[in-house]
């Protein structure tokens, strides 16, 4: 590690959302405030050096009674690449009539994850 990072975050693992400060010194070594509890320093450690995130959206369908379908990834994307995924996702267009869970995309934007519908395609 050649230089100090440090961020105020909220920690986003469960409802309580704590205030949290994380340093992470020039050798490497992590000190974090605020967290209630240990999950809380994880988070903070990932957030100063991989952060990742679930992404939810929409992508458009060939169906005038359902234009939109919701979908998610199927894991957490790098922090990064939620610009890409969404940049490819603009130019899906469903013509199949799926169900909650199937595969809309593989491999979003080079990640290595799916995007998948989170609900079924049809009235
Ligand atoms: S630090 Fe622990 S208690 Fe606080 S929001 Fe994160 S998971 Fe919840």
């Given at each position: 590690m050649s230089?100090?990072?440090e961020k105020?975050?909220?920690?986003?693992i469960?409802?309580?959302?704590?205030r949290?400060?994380g340093?992470?010194t020039e050798?490497?070594?992590?000190e974090?405030?605020?967290?209630r509890?240990?999950?809380?320093k994880t988070f903070?450690?990932?957030?100063?050096?991989?952060?990742?995130?679930?992404?939810?959206t929409?992508?458009k369908t060939?169906?005038?009674?359902?234009p939109y379908?919701?979908?998610?990834t199927?894991?957490?994307?790098p922090k990064?690449?939620?610009?890409k995924?969404l940049e490819?996702?603009?130019s899906?267009?469903?013509?199949?009539?799926?169900t909650?869970?199937?595969?809309?995309l593989e491999?979003?934007?080079?990640?290595?994850?799916?995007i998948?519908a989170?609900?079924?395609?049809y009235?």
């Amino acid at each position: 590690m050649s230089h100090k990072i440090e961020k105020d975050l909220i920690c986003i693992i469960c409802p309580n959302g704590c205030r949290l400060h994380g340093t992470l010194t020039e050798g490497g070594e992590l000190e974090v405030t605020g967290n209630r509890c240990v999950r809380g320093k994880t988070f903070a450690g990932r957030e100063l050096t991989d952060p990742t995130r679930s992404l939810t959206t929409t992508v458009k369908t060939a169906f005038d009674d359902f234009p939109y379908l919701p979908v998610r990834t199927d894991g957490e994307i790098p922090k990064y690449a939620i610009a890409k995924v969404l940049e490819e996702l603009r130019s899906v267009l469903v013509t199949e009539r799926m169900t909650c869970g199937d595969v809309v995309l593989e491999n979003a934007a080079g990640t290595g994850v799916k995007i998948i519908a989170t609900a079924n395609l049809y009235a």
